[in-house]
């Protein structure tokens, strides 16, 4: 598989505090690579700067060939993003906020009609037409993937998606992700959460804004002489700050 999206001594700083700290990492195409550290580590500072929502300090991305900081219209195109916040405006309802996200997309009319004919068959329509702040974590999470993929983007960054939400949430995202990844979608999801690594084709840690590990869970488990993600990671960090 061809590497879709490469970053090279990508950094960020905010003042004299260093968020991203010159990281290399590349995600291969129709992969999906879980961003994996504590909140803080420099997940999300990462994904904003992979989108062109911060301001890359020194190093550069690349989008399908296309450096984000030159390019950055054109990979637009490309990327689905899900933020933290699930990327919804609260006092709007469902529907609005798919027609919202539809038309910033540039999507055509036809299309957003049929997208909300479609999120009908899976949520009630009286959970739908209610504001977003007032429907259950999980439903909102729903409308933000949803929203998030109403352009069909080839690339889809999601950040931190399942905060919040309950273990069987949990899992009807996971099996929506293996769902893209059949039909060859490049998909990036930042956690904190270790027990969603394994889920991902390959992972990267990032601790306190350096990639510490990289390569497939079990891979890295064997090498680790980890029994667990969990063990992984505390040894992973472990080492990180004893350096």
């Not at 991203?20 to 690579?33: N, P, T």
């Not at 991305?61 to 933290?84: A, C, D, H, R």
């Not at 069987?168 to 059949?182: P, Q, S, T």
């Not at 904190?192 to 840690?205: G, P, Q, S, T, V």
Request: charged content about 30%; glycine content about 8%; overall charge positive.
């Amino acid at each position: 598989m061809n590497d879709i999206i490469v970053a090279r001594r990508l950094t960020k700083r905010f003042g004299h505090f260093t968020a991203v700290d010159a990281v290399d990492f590349h995600i291969k195409q129709g992969e999906v690579l879980g961003l994996l550290g504590p909140n803080g580590a420099g997940k999300t500072t990462t994904i904003k700067m992979m989108t062109g929502l911060l301001r890359i300090t020194s190093g550069s991305v690349w989008v399908k060939g296309y450096e984000v900081t030159k390019n950055l219209n054109k990979i637009k195109k490309f990327i689905g993003y899900m933020s933290q916040k699930f990327s919804l405006y609260p006092l709007l309802n469902a529907y609005e906020n798919i027609e919202f996200c539809g038309g910033v997309s540039g999507v055509p009319r036809k299309i957003i009609k049929e997208k909300k004919e479609l999120i009908t068959k899976e949520i009630p329509r009286e959970i739908l037409t209610q504001r977003v702040k007032d429907i259950p974590p999980g439903i909102r999470q729903r409308v933000a993937l949803f929203s998030c993929l109403i352009s069909d983007p080839e690339i889809i960054l999601l950040d931190e998606p399942t905060s919040g939400v309950d273990p069987e949430v949990r899992r009807e995202f996971w099996a929506k992700i293996y769902d893209l990844k059949k039909k060859g979608k490049t998909i990036l999801v930042t956690t904190h959460n270790l027990d969603e690594a394994e889920y991902a084709d390959r992972i990267l840690i990032i601790h306190k804004g350096r990639i510490i590990l990289d390569g497939e869970p079990s891979e890295l488990m064997r090498a680790e002489k980890a029994e667990s993600m969990e063990r992984l990671f505390r040894k992973a960090v472990t080492g990180h700050e004893a350096n």
